[in-house]
């Protein structure tokens, strides 16, 4: 099939390149000519762990191409991906659809013969149908059925969720328009009851209600968490004891320093506002979005009780920027208001993070950014580990020890065993953790009652 994705972002790239390797010729049209030549040399604008390797072997192979001549494009595609950025809106929070509905004027007059147009943007209940009359106003002759087709792509692991479904959510009441998209994911070969049909706009709800949903499984254990370091339990265990309930599920109970990405923070705030609108509001989801914003910063003042109570002229390093491991992504990062509230304490700041520190550079000034954990660590008082990445599990704890100024680690994604670490000589908080410290805090209380 021919399909055309508009917006050569995350999103756009990602899918275009995976649509591609499942054998439809794919043109990625985006405006900005700089880019377009740089992926033409094969050259990734982001950080995507075997996005490079598709995208190169489909452009060998004829079947992906990128272009910024929207008409040609869009004139012989099945199927036209709308693929652009959703940011929040100034002000209130909703979702700014002006890109997208400047895609639906500029491809209308376009379209020739049955078209099958697809919002892969994160779009509000109702943009589909405000798409549909857009295009009508533009073309009135334009044969097209709108599509809402919402994408579950982790940053990180986004090829292979696009490879491996859970599901694959199509929302469209067009039989004709049932019948492309589903001729477009038949490659991947999954099972009927993986591809689900519906609404239009039960479809463009659904994705915000998964993303809520999973902002707020994280933003629970959080709470837990901090109970946990109050009452002297143990999260790790709390969430293996109610995550092997199957009902409740394993997967998103990592307790942490809160939720970052382009992702959750904005679709939570965005469904908040829409049930607002529509007068039936998602108090749950409200609550969400406020424990997370507070959360992220009050990981600061856990830094600085680690320190002793202050860390006015202390050098702190910092592990990890970007909001989790394998992506250059900082947006909405927790480090970033972490780092921020310390520098404010008074703090000089050392960071290390594998990708993120180009992005990291244009937002977060006055730090020394390092070459790698024990770069960072050298002279510092307190070592926090904000990103889970990889190559930040296994660090040399004796060389650590030897290197830092103090010997404090703040482990934000309890990636260590307190117990190992505090054997090798360096004072550990995790997230949640019974530890000493907590366990004292505890007694004292109960002695006071
Ligand atoms: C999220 C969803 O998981 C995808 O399904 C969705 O397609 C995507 O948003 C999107 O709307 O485009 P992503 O933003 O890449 O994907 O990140 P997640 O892996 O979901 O993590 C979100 C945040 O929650 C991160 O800050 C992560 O560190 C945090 N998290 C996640 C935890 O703190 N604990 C966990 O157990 C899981």
Redesign the pocket.
């Known amino acids: 099939m021919k399909i055309t994705m508009i917006g050569a972002g995350y999103?756009g790239l990602v899918s275009g390149g995976c649509f591609a390797d499942i054998g439809h010729a794919v043109t990625c049209v985006d405006r900005d000519e700089a880019k377009l030549e740089a992926l033409r040399r094969g050259q990734i604008p982001i950080y995507e762990p075997g996005l490079e390797a598709i995208v190169h072997d489909n452009m060998q192979a004829g079947r992906l191409q990128f272009t910024a001549d929207l008409a040609a494009a869009v004139a012989d595609a099945d199927a036209v991906f709308i693929a652009v950025g959703t940011p929040s809106r100034a002000g209130d929070g909703l979702a700014d659809l002006t890109h997208v509905y400047a895609v639906a004027r500029e491809i209308a007059p376009h379209l020739t013969g049955h078209t099958v147009v697809v919002t892969k943007s994160?779009v509000p209940v109702g943009t589909g149908d405000e798409i549909g009359r857009v295009i009508a106003k533009e073309n009135p002759a334009a044969d097209v059925a709108v599509v809402s087709n919402?994408?579950?792509?982790?940053?990180?692991s986004?090829i292979g969720?696009f490879m491996q479904p859970d599901r694959v959510v199509i929302g469209t009441d067009d039989a004709r328009a049932r019948c492309v998209m589903h001729d477009i994911y038949a490659p991947l070969n999954l099972d009927d009851d993986r591809i689900l049909m519906m609404s239009r706009r039960t479809a463009e709800l659904t994705?915000y209600a998964?993303?809520s949903f999973?902002?707020m499984?994280?933003t629970f254990?959080?709470e837990i968490a901090d109970l946990c370091e109050k009452v002297g339990a143990d999260v790790l265990d709390v969430a293996r004891g109610i995550g092997m309930d199957e009902r409740i599920g394993r997967?998103?109970?990592?307790?942490?320093?809160?939720?970052?990405?382009?992702?959750?923070p904005k679709?939570t705030l965005a469904l908040v506002k829409t049930a607002h609108d529509a007068d039936s509001p998602v108090r749950l989801v409200e609550t969400t979005v406020t424990v997370n914003d507070q959360r992220k910063r009050a990981m600061a003042k856990k830094v600085i009780r680690a320190c002793g109570g202050t860390v006015r002229g202390k050098t702190i390093a910092i592990l990890g920027l970007t909001?989790?491991p394998d992506?250059d992504d900082v947006r909405e990062?927790?480090a970033i208001p972490i780092i921020t509230a310390l520098q404010d304490a008074g703090a000089r700041i050392r960071a290390f993070d594998p990708e993120g520190t180009e992005q990291a550079q244009t937002i977060l000034k006055n730090i020394a950014y390092c070459e790698d954990a024990y770069d960072a660590a050298a002279g510092a008082d307190a070592l926090v580990i904000v990103?889970e990445w990889g190559v930040f599990r296994d660090l040399d704890l004796a060389r650590l020890k030897q290197t830092m100024a103090a010997p404090v680690m703040v482990d934000l994604r309890n990636i260590y065993d307190a117990a190992t670490v505090r054997v090798a000589g360096i004072s550990y908080t995790g997230i949640g953790r019974s530890d000493g410290t907590d366990r004292r805090s505890l007694v004292l209380h109960q002695a006071a009652e």
Do not use: H, W, Y
């Open positions: 999103v994160t919402p994408e579950f792509l982790r940053e990180g986004a969720d994705k998964g993303n999973l902002a499984k994280v254990i959080n997967k998103f109970l990592q307790a942490g320093p809160g939720i970052g990405g382009s992702c959750f679709d909001f989790k992506t990062s927790p990103t």
